[in-house]
């Protein structure tokens, strides 16, 4: 049984650039409509890696920030490595109330990162969080039609008793809170995840109208992933010292290629190498070049006869190649796949646009490899230079609401295309704008009908004016009674919340007075106390005196009692 091939990230991202072509999304999830190819070097030699037509930077295609996140991991990783992470949690958020509508993802995006920011800075000023890394993610709800914003992050809360608080003021402040006590196992594996605010696994299934909403993202540019102050400020410091001077020539390096690159079409007739570098297949290293793909060939017209050619040339002109001498003929040189084969005046179609050119001027172009000459007959484009008359008049009266007078040389600046000579006969035929909209007058007959009809308009209409006005007022009034009304209760209980406060102030005052009462008797007691422990070591130290004295007369009067007992019994008796 054949296992079915699990589709990559790339592919999906594809698929759904696919469906916005298909519904007409602006702007274009392309960047451009040559494809990209990776031509492989090295033990692959001779493979090439398909690549598709570039897609623009959204976060909708993670291939276009993949590198960004991976960077990110990494340095949460090392972040984590170094740091005490027992109190660290991950807990999801949810956007407060409701699911968002299609029509309402971009505001409610501001309103969820202006909700987060102000509970987060509660949770800060009462729980001691600290915040290090959060991300938003968006999906979309196919039973209720609505999408669901949510986001997860990670924190830091020491202590139980605070993270319980957090967790109560969290299930408050969202519709949904998960915020279980598991700690974080895997840094890079949870930055990575962060960063996939779409899962086009499921992006590919959305309806259109929910793909096209999340595409309009691309115009405002929210704020998906955040870093907290701890985890910024160690990557602030792990930042290498940049050289002053350096720096300012890379500056300078970029601006003078900005301002030196060429900004026309180029002659896209053959594939265009990008970079070379190495690239990562599966668990392989490989090197390997990028390639942009030339142009496609247009369809040739047909034979025509040279006096027809020259009385209306081709779209895009004919390129003839002719060796200039016979060694280039008698030459074996093996060709590119987009050079023009060596033949004698072979007459091939230019898969390249000679727009740059003006009408029947000649130019003369050498092809890099020096196969031969190119002899280049260019010709006015059909849908290229030729201009109709009704983008003529349009151009003119858009010139002339500025302010300015059309000619063949606004007219020329403003479209782009077009010779003069077309325009200026085009213009012949333009009329202002203001003239066309002078109007005949009227026939004195239909005045005075004219005039009795706008005065039972003008009568019917104040009437009913008259009315709505009556009626807003009377509603006007209702409204401003209900307030009064409102605000007369508000201030009868906000006069019941004084006069609370004022009882529990009192009571307060009444308990501090005791406690103050308490503690000084408490004091008073103490220095009995220590009164005591003194008088009882001052008499301790007495018997102790005592004892000694005691001690030492003892041993004396024990010796005389027993020399009278002696005398006594040497005595004869009586």
Same mark, same amino acid.
């Given at each position: ?62 291939? &276009? ?33 409701? &699911? ?15 909700? %987060? ?125 940049? $050289? ?26 053959? $594939? ?45 002109? $004919? ?69 109709? *008359? ?8 858009? %010139? ?53 009809? %706008?005065? $039972? ?59 103050? *009462? ?20 001052? &008499? ?24 009278? &007992? ?9």
């Amino acid at each position: 049984m054949a296992t079915r091939r699990r589709r990559s990230e790339y592919d999906h991202a594809h698929r759904v650039a696919r469906r916005l072509v298909h519904a007409n999304a602006e702007p274009s999830p392309y960047t451009d409509d040559r494809p990209l190819y990776v031509a492989l070097h090295g033990e692959r030699d001779g493979e090439r890696l398909d690549l598709g037509m570039p897609l623009r930077a959204h976060r909708m295609f993670p291939t &276009k920030s993949r590198s960004r996140a991976h960077r990110l991991a990494t340095a949460f990783a090392n972040f984590a490595a170094t740091a005490d992470q027992s109190d660290w949690r991950v807990w999801t958020i949810h956007y407060p109330s409701r &699911k968002t509508e299609i029509g309402g993802l971009v505001g409610d995006l501001k309103r969820f990162n202006r909700r %987060i920011n102000t509970v987060f800075g509660q949770l800060r000023k009462h729980c001691k969080f600290e915040l290090l890394i959060i991300g938003i993610h968006i999906d979309w709800d196919r039973s209720m039609g609505h999408f669901d914003i949510h986001a997860h992050f990670v924190y830091i809360i020491p202590g139980d008793k605070l993270r319980e608080e957090a967790r109560s003021r969290l299930m408050t402040a969202f519709s949904r809170a998960h915020t279980p006590d598991d700690k974080l196992r895997t840094p890079h594996g949870f930055a990575i995840y962060v960063f996939r605010t779409f899962k086009l696994s499921r992006v590919v299934r959305w309806r259109s109208e929910a793909v096209l909403a999340a595409w309009d993202l691309i115009n405002h540019r929210p704020r998906y992933v955040r870093t907290g102050r701890a985890f910024a400020e160690w990557r602030r410091k792990q930042r290498p010292v940049v $050289d002053v001077q350096q720096q300012q020539a890379a500056r300078k390096t970029r601006e003078n290629r900005k301002a030196t690159r060429y900004q026309g079409t180029g002659w896209d007739h053959r $594939d265009r190498p990008l970079v070379r570098k190495t690239w990562k297949i599966g668990e392989e290293n490989v090197p390997g070049t990028l390639f942009r793909s030339a142009r496609p060939p247009l369809k040739a017209a047909g034979p025509a006869s040279p006096t027809a050619a020259n009385r209306n040339p081709p779209a895009f002109g $004919d390129t003839t190649q002719s060796l200039t001498n016979d060694r280039h003929a008698a030459g074996t040189r093996k060709m590119s796949t987009s050079s023009i084969a060596e033949s004698e005046r072979t007459r091939v179609t230019a898969p390249f646009e000679l727009a740059g050119f003006q009408r029947s001027v000649g130019a003369e172009v050498y092809r890099c490899n020096h196969d031969g000459r190119l002899q280049v007959t260019p010709a006015r484009s059909d849908h290229m230079n030729y201009i109709t *008359k009704i983008e003529v008049h349009d151009a003119a009266d858009r %010139i002339d609401s500025d302010g300015q007078r059309p000619s063949a040389k606004t007219v020329r600046a403003l479209v782009g295309r077009g010779s003069f000579t077309t325009i200026d006969s085009h213009l012949q035929s333009w009329v202002p704008r203001d003239q066309r909209l002078e109007l005949p007058p009227v026939p004195e007959g239909l005045t005075t009908t004219v005039s009795s009809v %706008i005065t $039972d308009l003008w009568h019917i209409s104040r009437a009913a004016v008259h009315a709505e006005t009556a009626a807003q007022i009377e509603r006007a009034n209702a409204n401003v009674a209900e307030a009064r009304a409102a605000a007369q209760h508000a201030g009868e209980k906000a006069d019941r919340l004084a006069d609370e406060l004022r009882a529990e102030r009192q009571r307060s005052a009444d308990l501090e007075k005791m406690i103050a *009462k308490r503690d000084q008797q408490i004091e008073e007691y103490v220095d009995c106390v220590r009164q005591w422990q003194v008088e009882d070591a001052r &008499k301790t130290g007495e018997i102790e005196s005592l004892q000694r004295l005691v001690a030492q007369f003892a041993p004396a009067a024990t010796d005389k009692r027993k020399g009278a &007992k002696k005398d006594a019994a040497e005595q004869p008796a009586a």
